[in-house]
């Protein structure tokens, strides 16, 4: 989602979730819409292979978790490749909602987003280990 806080809520008024990924992320109004959205209505993204958070992203100094990167196109265990977004970036995504939201905790983000997908998906939260 990288729209208006007026539309999203008017989807959060017909029962939909936000979904955020790193296109969500981009600018300053983005991270207002970001700020006051509940989290009872956030679900994390990460657009793979698409829509990294980039350095020129508004978002992007929320960032603390970081992954080490190759230029080339060739898998090698433990590094991601340059320019393609990657599952384990989801982290990513939830640091900058946290930080959008005045440096909430991250672990109370995706808490939150992980009882929201999954009540999405008709699971109870309890029904996974761990959590």
Known sequence: ???TLELAQEFIGMGFYIGLNG???KTPENLEVVRELPLSSILLETDCPYCEIKATHAGFPF???TFEKKAEKKFIMGQLV???NE???IV???EVIAGAKGGIPVQQVAKACYKNSMELYGFSPNQCPNH
């Open 1 to 3: 989602f990288d729209d």
């Open 23 to 25: 296109c969500s992320l």
């Open 63 to 65: 960032i603390k978790t």
């Open 82 to 84: 340059k320019g393609r």
């Open 87 to 89: 599952p384990c970036q």
């Open 92 to 94: 990513q995504v939830a």
